[in-house]
């Protein structure tokens, strides 16, 4: 848990397996799960929510465990919940694959992308467009405060994908040369708007000002199905040492240090998930049908 919430693991998909990994592990060590662990489980899984507010994944994840536990508090051992989330893991990386495999056919010889942050599902998609031998480049800003932009450069590097880094000042002069801004999401609202890294609103300001397209890779497991309700998402804010610490920094000085931005949903021009590609306002039609 302190792995999450410190980001030593990060990236909507990472957080997801690792904590269904975590509670899996709990629900093995328990002969079965009754009234009284269900407790204790609901406990547990909210300790692992709190770590992430703003993942969507990682609670959606969590709430269908819980919801199976309390469809199987009578069984008499775990076998049939344990085989249900191992189902749950094998489908969410199969969903993984395919918005890859279908966000890759944009990639063409000569394209040149800009990422943020590191998404799995981003890097995942370059890594497949790689091995289909095209010739692409990548630039990844560094993304500061904690660098995760280095994430994304080493291992499409170790990867052998033409990769550049940038500090993420100098977005604007690289950007205008790029076909597409390619990121991933933390949050899917029922409108289409996108919640991610921080920094990633300006750059899909500046995106759109130079008519490259902002293109988001993600799953449908990352709609926030309480904005359906109208239940407003506040955003993470980090720790204020991630951008100076306090032992050296000026007394008397404020620091905001949010961990996301939102993205309005007139700036976004795909979402490609793993059931196809949508414009915001089709997404916002598919997921309106959840109600």
């Known amino acids: 848990a302190l792995d999450i919430k410190s980001i030593k693991i990060q990236g909507a998909s990472n957080i ?21 662990q269900i407790i204790e489980l609901k406990e547990n899984i909210n300790l692992l929510i709190n770590q992430r507010p703003n993942e969507p994944k990682l609670r959606n994840a969590l709430n269908y465990i819980l919801y199976k536990a309390n469809m199987y508090k009578y069984e008499n051992n775990n076998k049939k919940l344990i085989n249900d989330i191992e189902k749950y893991e094998t489908k969410i990386e199969e969903y993984n694959i395919k918005v890859c ?12 992308i800009l990422t943020h ?21 990548v630039i990844t800003t560094e993304t500061r405060p904690r660098y995760q932009g280095r994430i994304t450069a080493k291992n499409l590097c170790d990867y052998g994908i033409n990769t550049t880094q940038i500090v993420d000042s100098a977005v604007g002069h690289f950007l205008k040369k790029c076909d597409y801004f390619l990121t991933g999401s933390d949050v899917i ?30 799953t449908t497991n990352c709609c ?12 993470e804010e980090r720790d204020s040492n991630e951008i100076w610490n306090e032992k050296e920094r000026p007394k008397n000085l404020k620091i905001k240090n949010p961990a996301f931005d939102i993205i ?14 949508y414009s915001p306002e089709s997404l916002y039609a598919w997921v309106n049908n959840l109600k």
């Open 16 to 36: 997801e397996k690792e904590a269904i990994k975590i509670i899996l592990k709990y629900i093995k060590k328990k002969e079965n799960i009754k009234e009284t």
């Open 101 to 112: 495999e279908i966000a890759s056919n944009l990639i063409q010889d000569g394209t040149q």
């Open 117 to 137: 942050c590191h998404s799995s599902l981003v890097e995942k998609t370059l890594k497949i467009a790689y091995d289909k031998k095209i010739d692409f480049q």
């Open 189 to 218: 609202f029922s409108d289409g708007t996108i919640m991610n890294k921080v920094g990633t609103y300006p750059i899909s300001i500046m995106a759109n000002y130079f008519k490259t397209p902002h293109i988001i890779i993600t």
């Open 224 to 235: 926030e199905l309480n904005s359906l309700k109208n239940i407003k998402e506040e955003i």
């Open 264 to 277: 309005p949903n007139e700036l976004i021009d795909k979402i490609i998930t793993e059931r196809g590609v």
